[in-house]
């Protein structure tokens, strides 16, 4: 299903597609903040150790199901299978932009 989505938050879950961290720095604001698991990491350098962990532990996969706008942010909704406890999983993917980055993104 193709989703009308903020050409930087459709660039992140093309990312997921890869484990190039790299592309990240394309993506996220140098000082952006990523929630997930109860977890905060801050800055780029923060955001790809957090990924490539993420990825090596579980190999897991999204794919982006549903997508809808608020005044602040982008909000989807993903199917992310992998090697976890209760895959697959539906998981909120809360995004704040600005200045063509992704300054925010809570994993719920």
């Known amino acids: 299903m193709q989703l009308d ?3 930087q938050v459709d660039k992140y879950f093309a990312s997921e597609q890869t484990d190039d961290i790299e592309i990240l720095s394309e993506i996220f604001a140098k000082d952006a903040l990523v929630t997930d698991e109860s ?6 350098e923060a955001i ?11 190999s897991y ?6 997508v809808h706008q608020n005044e602040t942010q982008t909000i989807v909704s993903a199917e992310v299978t992998g090697r976890f406890p209760g895959s697959p999983a539906t998981l909120t993917y809360a995004f704040t932009l600005q200045d063509a980055c992704i300054s925010e993104l809570e994993i719920r």
């Open 61 to 66: 996969m999204v794919e982006p199901k549903a």
């Open 39 to 44: 977890a905060t990491h801050r800055g780029l």
């Open 5 to 7: 989505l903020p050409i």
């Open 48 to 58: 790809k150790a957090w990924k490539k962990a993420g990825k090596l532990a579980t």
